[in-house]
């Protein structure tokens, strides 16, 4: 098995940086006075990012982060949880890994450490990887493991 693909949702809070949370789309909040400086450790890193109704669909964070260019962060000990877009909105996977590179740009993490993803009905890991905010998915690349827990009939799409 080469790729996998998830599909799913959910969240936490605390934010450090200021950012402008467009629909699917995250931007820095850009101002000659307030800007974040290039390698300087940003403690309690938390980047959520919103739906246009203003659900929270998914949120990364992190022990620290470092800005090394201007639209790219080296996130340490990141956590990731995505969320459905329902009316009662539910945590749809959870993911940790040791490191990763944050693109707040275009909504996308990723990195070549081992990451760990915890769903509903499943458990997965790779060494490498991708993350897609826009489509919420995670694509492992590498050394890629998955376990099921339900019957054919719950698995099936």
Not at 14 to 41: C, D, G, H, M, T
Not at 124 to 131: D, G, L
Request: aromatic residues 12%; contains cysteine; neutral net charge.
């Amino acid at each position: 098995m080469k790729a996998v693909k998830i599909i799913h949702g959910k969240s936490f809070g605390k934010v450090v940086l200021l950012l402008y949370l467009l629909p699917y789309n995250v931007s820095w909040a850009i101002s000659p006075e307030i800007q974040p400086l290039r390698n300087v450790p940003i403690n309690g890193f938390v980047l959520p990012v919103f739906n246009r109704a203003g659900q929270k669909i998914w949120e990364a964070y992190g022990r620290s982060a470092i800005m090394v260019e201007d639209d790219l962060l080296h996130v340490k000990n990141m956590k990731l949880r995505c969320f459905t877009e329902e009316e009662e909105p539910q945590e749809a996977f959870f993911a940790i890994s040791d490191a990763a590179s944050v693109v707040p740009r275009t909504n996308s993490l990723s990195g070549n450490f081992e990451i760990k993803i915890f769903g509903q009905n499943f458990y997965a890991s790779a060494h490498t990887w991708e993350f897609s905010g826009n489509g919420k998915k995670i694509i492992a690349k590498d050394h890629v493991k998955v376990f099921l827990d339900c019957n054919l009939e719950e698995c099936s799409p």
